[in-house]
C-alpha cells in the first residue's frame, strides 16, 4: 500500500541532519546545563549558541528567547503573565484561535474576571480590521491582543505589521500564535510591533516537545513554572538541551532552504488546487485557503460535495488507502466535535459536507498528490 503523509500543520517529519544532531548531543553532552562543572559548561555552550543562532535568524537579541516545551506552554506563558502581572484586564482574540489560546482566555476570565472581546471574522477566514479597531477604541483598560499570524486549519494569513500598529496606538499589548509561520516565513520581529509570541519546533521539520516563546525586552513578563533560576529565571526545569540544539539545527536548515522549498511547495499547492477543481465538480476551498496573497503555501483545507452520512467514511477510506490528512487540526481530530474555526466561516450548508485540511511539506511530490486525488474523485463519484 501507498503511503502519503500530508498532515504537516499537525507536525513535520523530522530531518535526517537534525537527528544526527541531536543524537551527537545526547551521546557527547549529557551535563546539567545549570551544573558550574566541565560537563555542564559543555551543555551550557551548546544551550546558548542555539538561542544566539535562534535569535539571529528573527533579528532579535537571545535574551528575547525563552525555551519552553512548545507552543502550546509558549502561549499560557505570555497570556498568563499577562493578566496576572502586568496589568492585562481585558483581552480581544477571536474565535478561530488555536484552543491553546482560546481555552487559556476562558481560564483568565475564570480566574480573574477579565473582560473578553472576540473579534468579527470575514467569511473569507480573515480578521475583520475594522471590528478590531473599534474594540481597541471603546475601552481604556489595558488590553492585550491575541491575533495568530497564520491560522492552522485555513491556513488564513493575519497581517502582523499592520496590527502591531493597531495595537501600539491604542496602547495596547500584541501576542500573536506563530506557530504555523516561523520556519516557513521570513519573519523580522524586531521589526514588527509585536510583544510576544509562541513557536514550536516540530512544525518546521524539528523535534516534538520544544518550543520557545519571544518576549520583548523589559516587558516585566513573569514565569508560568516556578522552581529554579533556569531561562533568566522565567521558565524553570532542567533545559532539554539535545532538543533545542535539534530546534536550531531544523531552524538552520528552514531558513537555508527557505526560498526553493517555498517555491516548490507552492508549485504542489497551485497543482493540487488545480486537479481538485478539474477532477471534483463541486469541490470547495474554505477560507481564503486557495488565495495565495491570503494564506499560507503550506496548506489547503477543503470542503467536498458528500453527503453528510457518508463524511464519517471519508476519513477512514483515506487511511485505508494509506492517505495521512486531517479533519480540523491534530489537537482535536480524537474529537467528534466539528472545527470551531470552519463553525466561524462556512455556512450551516457547507457545514454538513466533509472538510480536510491537506497540509505538505518539501517531502512531497506531485505524484503523491495525483494519487489523492483520484482517492478523492472515486470516493465522492460513489458517494455524491
Known amino acids: 500500500m501507498r503511503s502519503v503523509y500530508l498532515d504537516s500543520a499537525a507536525t513535520t517529519q523530522v530531518r535526517p541532519e537534525v537527528i544526527k544532531e541531536m543524537t551527537s548531543v545526547l551521546e557527547d553532552s549529557f551535563g546539567n546545563p545549570s551544573s558550574t562543572h566541565a560537563f555542564g559548561r559543555k551543555a551550557k555552550a551548546y544551550m546558548e549558541n542555539a538561542r544566539k543562532a535562534i535569535a539571529k535568524h528573527l533579528n532579535v537579541t537571545a535574551a528575547e528567547i525563552i525555551f519552553t516545551s512548545g507552543g502550546t506552554e509558549a502561549d499560557n506563558l505570555a497570556l498568563n503573565s499577562a493578566v496576572r502581572d502586568l496589568g492585562v484586564k481585558r483581552i480581544i482574540t477571536s474565535k478561530v484561535e488555536h484552543h491553546a489560546v482560546l481555552y487559556t482566555v476562558e481560564q483568565l476570565k475564570h480566574c480573574y474576571d477579565i473582560q473578553v472581546e472576540y473579534v ?10 475594522d471590528h478590531l479597531d473599534e474594540l481597541l477604541q471603546q475601552d481604556s483598560q489595558k488590553t ?22 493597531m495595537c501600539k496606538a491604542h496602547g495596547a499589548l500584541f501576542h500573536s500564535d506563530t506557530v504555523q509561520s516561523i520556519g516557513h516565513f521570513d519573519i523580522d520581529l524586531d521589526a514588527l510591533p509585536v510583544d510576544f509570541t509562541a513557536v514550536s ?25 516556578f522552581g529554579g533560576a533556569q531561562e533568566r529565571g522565567v521558565r524553570a526545569g532542567t533545559e532539554s538541551v539535545h532538543n533545542i540544539v535539534g530546534m536550531q539545527k531544523a531552524l538552520d536548515l528552514a531558513y537555508e532552504h527557505l526560498e526553493e522549498e517555498k517555491q516548490y511547495i507552492e508549485e504542489l499547492k497551485k497543482d493540487f488546487i488545480n486537479a481538485l477543481k478539474e477532477n471534483v465538480p463541486g469541490v470547495k476551498f474554505n477560507g481564503s485557503c486557495s488565495d495565495f496573497n491570503k494564506s499560507t503555501y503550506t496548506l489547503v483545507n477543503v470542503c467536498l460535495p458528500v453527503a ?12 485505508l488507502n494509506g492517505i495521512a490528512c486531517s479533519k480540523g487540526s491534530a489537537c482535536q481530530s480524537g474529537s467528534t466535535k466539528g472545527s470551531h474555526v470552519l463553525s466561524q466561516v462556512l455556512s450551516d450548508e457547507d457545514l454538513e459536507k466533509p472538510s480536510i485540511r491537506f497540509s505538505f511539506s518539501a517531502y512531497n511530490t506531485k505524484e503523491e498528490l495525483d494519487y489523492v486525488v483520484d482517492v478523492l474523485k472515486k470516493f465522492v463519484e460513489e458517494h455524491h
Not at 148 to 163: A, D, Q, Y
Not at 201 to 225: C, D, E, M, Q, T
Open 308 to 319: 453528510q452520512e457518508k463524511a464519517a467514511l471519508l476519513l477512514f477510506q483515506l487511511d
Open 144 to 165: 492585550l491582543v491575541s491575533l495568530m499570524h497564520i491560522n492552522n486549519e485555513i491556513g488564513t494569513i493575519l497581517p502582523l505589521e499592520k496590527v502591531g500598529q
Open 201 to 225: 519546533a516540530h512544525k518546521f521539520h524539528g523535534p516534538k516537545g520544544v518550543g520557545f516563546a519571544y518576549v520583548r525586552k523589559n516587558s516585566g513578563l513573569k514565569p508560568l513554572i
Open 120 to 129: 468579527a471574522i470575514k467569511p473569507c477566514g480573515q480578521v475583520d480590521l
